[in-house]
């Protein structure tokens, strides 16, 4: 996202969770923001959106191997996180585990799909799509679909990481938005969003 709101550069800190869903308070209004939409869902700024940035993701030693001289940031951690919080985070990641409490926040649930399972969330003004990545994976690593009219293609590489490309440009900046995420987040925030069958060529719909 661009933290920019009528020339403002805003910072922001995570206030809590709703609905899986990770709430953003800005310091300078105190107003509430969606992380994943970036819609400012409550406060002074209501109703504004910032701007968001497409992101690639890929693991530190694939962008050494692309990029060799680049330098990489790393938070500073007590020992009490670098030892025990962020190992039990990543345990509650790789085998899916809710973190304690984190359940309650849900008010509503998408049931069509295992709450983590992982998969490509595609997002246009027309279309909400997830492609779960076993499907991906099911497929040899790459399905094609349409989206408004043009031809897409999801695929995953060898470390699980996603990409989405048009099959009908080789301009990179022509992309669509897509998130890399957990079904239940996806689900929940845009409620009703298909889901990608490779076989039936059908999406199904929240009833």
Not at 109 to 115: E, I, S, T, V, Y
Not at 124 to 136: A, L
Not at 146 to 151: A, C, D, K, S, Y
Request: proline share 6%; hydrophobic share 40%; net charge negative.
């Amino acid at each position: 996202m661009v933290p920019v709101i009528n020339t403002v550069e805003l910072h922001f800190f995570c206030i809590g969770v709703h609905n899986g869903i990770a709430v953003l308070q800005d310091r300078e209004t105190g107003s509430y923001w969606n992380h994943i939409t970036g819609e400012c869902i409550h406060g002074p700024l209501k109703g504004k959106k910032m701007e968001s940035l497409l992101l690639g993701q890929m693991t530190a030693e694939q962008a050494l191997k692309r990029w060799p001289d680049l330098e990489l940031a790393l938070s500073k951690q007590t020992p009490f996180q670098k030892w025990v919080l962020q190992p039990v985070m990543n345990l509650f990641g790789r085998f899916g585990i809710y973190p304690p409490g984190f359940r309650k926040t849900m008010v509503k649930r998408d049931n069509r799909l295992p709450d983590m399972t992982s998969g490509v969330g595609i997002i246009t003004d027309e279309v909400k799509r997830f492609y779960p990545i076993d499907t991906i994976v099911a497929a040899g690593g790459e399905v094609r679909d349409q989206l408004e009219g043009r031809p897409v293609i999801v695929s995953v590489d060898e470390d699980g990481f996603p990409d989405v490309a048009y099959g009908d440009t080789d301009d990179w900046e022509d992309v669509p938005q897509y998130l890399y995420t957990r079904w239940y987040g996806f689900a929940l925030t845009f409620w009703g969003c298909d889901i990608f069958e490779p076989k039936a060529k059908k999406q199904v719909s929240a009833s």
